[in-house]
C-alpha cells in the first residue's frame, strides 16, 4: 500500500474519491479536482472497495428500473448538478420519503384513500 497523500482536505485521495463519489459526484469531476486521470479515480474506488465489507447502506437503482424517456427526461437535471441520473433518482426518493411527500408529489390520495 502507498504513502497516503493528504487530498482536498481529506486524508488520501482514496478518501476524498469516496467522498466524492457518495456525494455523487462523476469520475470525471473528481479526476479534474485532484488532477489526476479518471483511471487513477477508478482505481482508488476499486481498491477501497475491496478492503471494506459490503453493507451498503442503501439499493442502487439500476439502469433498467425505469423507461429510458424517464431516464432521459431526468438527464439534463443531473448534469447540470454534475451527477449520475442513477444518483438523482435516488435523492428524489429519499428526499420525496424523509419529507413524507409523495401525497402532495402523486396528488393521488382519492385513488385509494391516503396514506395512514
Not at 482505481?43 to 472497495?49: T, Y
Amino acid at each position: 500500500m502507498g504513502v497516503r497523500k493528504e487530498t482536498l482536505g481529506y486524508e488520501s485521495r482514496t478518501a476524498a474519491v469516496l467522498a466524492y463519489r457518495k456525494e455523487g459526484r462523476t469520475r470525471d469531476w473528481i479526476a479534474r479536482q485532484i488532477g489526476v486521470d479518471v483511471k487513477t479515480v477508478s482505481a482508488l474506488e476499486c481498491s477501497a472497495r475491496r478492503h471494506r465489507e459490503k453493507t451498503p447502506d442503501f439499493v442502487r437503482p439500476s439502469c433498467g428500473s425505469f423507461p429510458i424517456g424517464v431516464r432521459e427526461r431526468l438527464r439534463p437535471h443531473a448534469r447540470a448538478r454534475d451527477i449520475s441520473v442513477d444518483t438523482l433518482i435516488r435523492r428524489l426518493v429519499e428526499t420525496v420519503a424523509l419529507g413524507n411527500l409523495v401525497d402532495a408529489v402523486l396528488d393521488d390520495a382519492e385513488e385509494y384513500g391516503g396514506a395512514k
